[in-house]
């Protein structure tokens, strides 16, 4: 909704509920805004039609705060939704585009123990997977056939019906992360994320990128 400079706001942090980690904070005007998206001083223009495609297309209450030496996106959000006194049960559900791009980053490691190291370690991945989704008590997933279907169908073109909270996601991420690690004996998968979402629509890309680098994911992921 507004493009601000850094003297119009004030910024600090808090920490969060859960893990070790502070939450950039920015307030304008009574309002509260959490860090989705940070662009270098060269990309303005990115970083406005970001903000532009947020606020005009999506929605979405958010901030372009632009300074000197980069540029950075904002979205409102209230204080107890980050510090987990909100009693609404949706509260911490995330957004679309992650669960998105977290089956394309499933589906990239599965395929690619299928096309390196062939059937039949797919058939043990798809196993592994299968039990840690159904004993791991995450939401929508309670049967073999569900898993089989974010293995397999599409996320670009069959919206998942899962509706994760962020807590579950980053369990499941840094079980998948393990698992990756275990079956090619190294990390590289990790590093080739934003090859992997290249399909994904820029913004929700950028949006899934942006909650990765304020996770306790981004030193595995990225």
């Known amino acids: 909704m507004f493009i601000l400079k850094r003297q119009d706001v004030e910024i600090s942090s808090i920490q969060h509920p ?10 304008y005007q009574d309002q509260t805004f959490r860090l989705i998206s940070v662009f270098n001083a060269s990309q ?23 300074e000197s030496d980069r540029h950075s996106v904002w979205g409102r ?27 394309l980053l499933l589906q990239a490691i599965y395929f690619d123990v299928e096309e390196l190291l062939g059937n039949r370690q797919a058939k043990l991945f798809e196993k592994e997977v299968g039990d840690l989704l159904l004993r791991g008590d995450f939401p929508q997933v309670d049967s073999a056939k569900v898993v089989a279907r974010l293995l397999n169908d599409d996320p670009l073109e069959s919206p998942s019906a899962l509706s994760w909270q962020e807590q579950h996601l980053v369990t499941f991420l840094q079980a998948l992360y393990g698992l990756g690690k275990s079956y090619f004996g190294n990390t590289n998968f990790a ?23 304020g996770s306790p994911l981004s030193k595995e992921w990225g």
């Open 191 to 213: 590093e080739e994320v934003e090859d992997i979402l290249q399909d994904m629509d820029d913004t929700d890309r950028r949006e899934f990128l942006g909650w990765l680098q």
């Open 44 to 66: 303005a223009e990115e970083a406005k039609n970001f903000w532009k495609d947020l606020t005009d297309n999506q929605g979405k209450f958010c901030v372009l705060l632009q």
């Open 18 to 27: 859960q893990r070790e980690q502070p939450i950039p904070i920015l307030k």
């Open 77 to 103: 959000v209230r204080l107890d939704q980050l510090t987990g006194d909100s009693s609404g049960s949706n509260s911490g559900v995330i957004a679309p585009s992650c669960m998105q791009a977290c089956l």
